[in-house]
């Protein structure tokens, strides 16, 4: 039996990975030339868009995100898959997230470093293809933690699946109460990470960069203390 007390945790920790991963996609956004990194439904309509007015820079940016998510997500499908425990929190998904925190302090170091030529299309690029690099990993990592209608890299069905219950809990057929709670603190959580985000930027970029890969460095702390395999 699953100890409500490794559960809350486990929430925490999700709670923290989507805040980071609103950070992060509002960072990409608002510095990187408005790409997302991070929510690929976007970045897909931004493709779109782009491809509709031949923006063949615009065109160039969203592909490289979507290539990066991509190539993140099967790295960290490859590293979490592996693991067959039914653990609340597998050791692998600590494993993916630590990947997932050396390529947020590679971006963050990359941005600082070249800060003052971002204009430059090959400093952009490399800083999307690591955020989104990090964010593929960041959501292979959370879809093999298995909790229905939870990701914290993009919102869509989160809120879907938020809705449904909802209507379900009016006609006594949802899940308890607290999995609605995980799902729209998940919501709000993004949302706030955004938010910071976009306060941080302008003022202090230092700080800005630094955010998330502590955060996720915390996380990866936390995990590892907490459920370390015995």
């Given amino acids: 039996m699953v100890e409500p007390r490794s559960i809350a945790t486990r929430n925490g920790l999700l709670l923290a990975l989507a805040f980071a991963a609103g950070y992060v996609d509002a960072l990409s956004y608002l510095g990187l030339s408005r790409v997302f990194t991070a929510n690929m439904t976007g970045n897909t309509v931004l493709l779109g868009i782009a491809l509709a007015q031949l923006d063949g820079d615009a065109i160039a940016r969203s592909s490289l995100a979507l290539a990066g998510f991509l190539t993140g997500a099967a790295a960290g499908a490859w590293i979490v898959e592996r693991d067959h425990s039914d653990s609340v929190w597998p050791w692998a998904v600590t494993l993916a997230l630590t990947l997932e925190s050396l390529l947020l302090l590679a971006f963050a170091a990359g941005w600082y470093l070249a800060h003052d030529s971002l204009a430059s299309a090959t400093t952009t690029a490399v800083l999307i293809v690591l955020s989104a690099l990090a964010m593929g990993v960041q959501s292979a990592a959370v879809s093999r933690l298995e909790i ?19 209507m379900g809990r009016s006609r006594r057929k949802s899940k308890p109460f607290r999995y609605s709670a995980l799902l729209a603190a998940v919501w709000t959580v993004y949302i706030g990470g955004t938010v910071v985000a976009a306060v941080d930027l302008p003022r202090n970029l230092v700080l800005a960069l630094a955010l998330p890969v502590a955060l996720i460095m915390i996380v990866v702390t936390i995990a590892t203390i907490v459920f370390r395999p015995r």
């Fill in 148 to 166: 229905t209608g939870i990701s914290t890299t993009y919102l869509t069905g989160t809120l879907t699946n938020l809705a449904a219950l909802l």
